[in-house]
Nanobody
Framework: QVQVAESGGGLVQPGGSLRLSCAAS????????MGWYRQAPGKQRELVAD???????NYADSMKGRFTISRDNAKNTVYLQMSSLKPEDTAVYYC??????????????WGQGTQVTVSS
């Protein structure tokens, strides 16, 4: 089994910054693309950004320039540095991890989510 654990959420004022972390673990798996999604109340879950093992990144247009995704492959950990936060960034942020098992079958795992609230 694969465990995915997010941390770093909280309350921040508009214009502030926050850093989220997501650590994945599980024996017998290789960890591939890792990413962040978010879901605001009453809205669908949407991609924030993802990153491959080689470091190629993909961002949603509204996050470009404000959010930076990075990862530490040795720790199977992905980070999301968020700056210039706006109230509309308020959401539960979820980490998604794509893994392959020894038979090269691919699976995806989600974390439980971490709340980010941007408010004065």
């Amino acid at each position: 089994q694969v465990q995915v654990a997010e941390s770093g959420g909280g309350l921040v004022q508009p214009g502030g910054s926050l850093r989220l972390s997501c650590a994945a673990s599980g024996s017998g798996f290789s960890f591939n693309t890792m990413g962040w999604y978010r879901q605001a109340p009453g809205k669908q879950r949407e991609l924030v950004a993802d990153i491959t093992t080689g470091g190629s990144t993909n961002y949603a247009d509204s996050m470009k320039g404000r959010f930076t995704i990075s990862r530490d492959n040795a720790k199977n950990t992905v980070y999301l540095q968020m700056s210039s936060l706006k109230p509309e960034d308020t959401a539960v942020y979820y980490c998604k991890v794509l893994v392959r098992d020894k038979q090269s079958l691919q699976y995806q795992y989600w974390g439980q989510g971490t709340q980010v609230t941007v408010s004065s």
